[in-house]
């Protein structure tokens, strides 16, 4: 009876190397490339933008090696938590873990409100509240499914994304080449007006941030590991395949919008549907229903953002429960393996998050979006220092580099680094506000919230549990590849 009560609370591992591949894919593309991108050429210029997008998405590549040399040998849902919790410290696991699960409820309620804006473009004049309805359905009925139903659905939407990403770069290629008529400036727009790095350090340092953003969510491989095939194999696949695919797709859609597009052009600064960067060089093409196209593009990205967050958000709650940091009741999962208590409480609180933005001025809504706008960041400081204690307790416990199944590339360097250059994003986060003559205080704290409310988590819990350091030579390492 205990075993079979054992084996209630545990998770299915369903998701093989194709869902993996395009879950990490589909996490990276989303609005930021549709629409954020041409905001960050229109700012930093094309050179600042293309190196803010090469040296993040490499900073990414590095905390994905991390982060797959972690899950492929210690394979978990809860994923960072349990690395940090175990090399680093109890209480910084405990706070990232929640930090991630608030993170992503509250997303799935800002992805509801931005699907109901989208489909305004199509019906006019509609209630938000009946597509909301519709969206939190879709994304509830496809997490309650199977973590396979998950999978799958995420297979498709990145698909989409993917598929129109490959068609742009084929047709801008083409324009630019002169095989498809245009009228192409060339290397021209990248030398007027202050040259390719216009706008200075203060303009790159945006760009940055534009960036990091953009590849958001791309640890979600990372709590997928725990339902995972056989991870030891299907993880580093994944992980090397996606690196290439995510910054072929960023660098190259971002050069070849710089040589059709002037930065120059105030339509690039807008986040309007109708004159993303993408829709405008379509336009070029002829294609009337342009606008029409990229909407529905962008809608996929919103749903995709939105059922991934779900999924993590329900996976991470479900592990703080097994951890027994929340009621018991949260980690019991149903015959397809799923947490459902769990997904109805994340559905629960991104629903009233969401009924916030409704009612009232939205002031709620506004403070929790902010709450959670640095929380991937944070995840991702979480990943970085796990990694380098990882690696260091792995060495100083005499075990041989060979046996893992997937060994990350650069280390000590390539963490320090990632870390680093978090920390710079997330210093940089609101730098606008100090370049003004006076400065407004309440605009710099307002997008700070996650840092305290993240710091609060991991000291009182520290307090509390009187945690230490965690001892390398003694870390644990006992995820065996088949546990949960």
């Known amino acids: 009876m205990d075993r079979q009560v054992k084996n209630a609370n545990k998770l ?26 041409g905001n960050a050429i229109h700012m930093a210029g094309p050179g600042g933008t293309m190196l803010a997008y090469i040296i993040t998405g490499t900073m990414v590549y590095f905390l994905m090696t991390s982060l797959g040399e972690m899950a492929a040998f210690m394979p978990t849902t809860g994923s960072f938590y349990v690395y940090a919790s175990q090399f680093v410290d109890p209480a910084l696991g405990y706070a990232l873990g929640w930090n991630y699960w608030y993170n992503w409820a509250i997303t799935v309620a800002s992805e509801i ?54 068609i742009f770069i084929i047709t801008g290629t083409a324009m630019v080449l002169g095989i498809i008529h245009f009228n192409s400036a060339g290397l021209h727009n990248w030398t007027i007006h202050g040259g390719p790095f216009h706008g200075g350090w203060t303009a790159l340092l945006g760009a940055f941030i534009v960036a990091g953003f953009s590849f958001q969510g791309t640890e979600l491989i990372g709590i997928a590991s725990g339902e995972s095939e056989t991870p030891r194999e299907t993880i580093p696949k994944a992980i090397n395949q996606v690196f290439w695919r995510i910054l072929l797709f960023f660098v190259l859609s971002i050069f070849i919008i710089s040589l059709l597009i002037p930065y120059t052009d105030p339509m690039l600064a807008s986040t309007d549907i109708q004159v993303s960067p993408f829709t405008l060089v379509f336009k070029q093409l002829g294609i009337t229903f342009a606008a ?26 479900w592990y703080l429960a097994k ?20 997904l109805l409480a994340t559905t629960l609180v991104a629903m009233l998050t969401f009924l916030s933005s409704r009612f009232g001025n939205g002031t709620v809504y506004f403070w929790l979006l902010n709450a959670s706008s640095l929380s991937g960041f944070i995840a991702w400081l979480g990943i970085a220092i796990s990694h380098y204690r990882f690696r260091k307790a792995y060495v100083k416990q005499g075990r041989d580099l060979k046996q893992l199944p997937y060994v990350a590339k650069g280390y000590p360097y390539a963490p320090l680094t990632a870390f680093g250059l978090c920390l710079v994003i997330i210093a940089g986060q609101n730098y606008q506000a100090f370049l003004e003559h006076h400065i407004n205080w309440y605009s710099v704290i307002i997008p700070y919230l996650g840092v305290p409310i993240f710091l609060a988590l991991w000291l009182g819990y520290k307090w509390i549990k009187k945690t230490t350091l965690v001892d390398l030579e003694k870390a644990s390492f006992k995820y065996a590849p088949t546990s949960q």
């Open 292 to 317: 029409s196209l990229m909407n529905a593009v962008i809608l996929t990205a919103i749903l995709s953002a939105g059922n991934s967050g779900m999924y993590a958000a329900t996976r991470m709650l």
């Open 113 to 166: 409100s931005a699907a109901a804006l989208v489909m305004d473009f199509w019906f006019p004049h509609s209630s938000p509240l009946i597509w909301s309805i519709l969206f939190l359905s879709i994304f509830v009925s496809l997490n309650a499914l199977s973590a396979r139903g998950f999978g799958e659905a995420e297979y498709w939407f990145s698909l989409i994304k993917v598929t129109v990403i490959i």
């Open 323 to 342: 951890e027994g940091h929340v009621p018991a009741i949260f980690k019991k999962v149903n015959r397809f393996g799923v947490p459902l208590y769990a």
């Open 12 to 37: 299915h591992r369903e998701l093989s190397a194709r869902l993996l591949s395009m879950i990490a894919i589909g996490g990276a593309i989303g609005t930021g490339i549709f629409l954020a991108s």
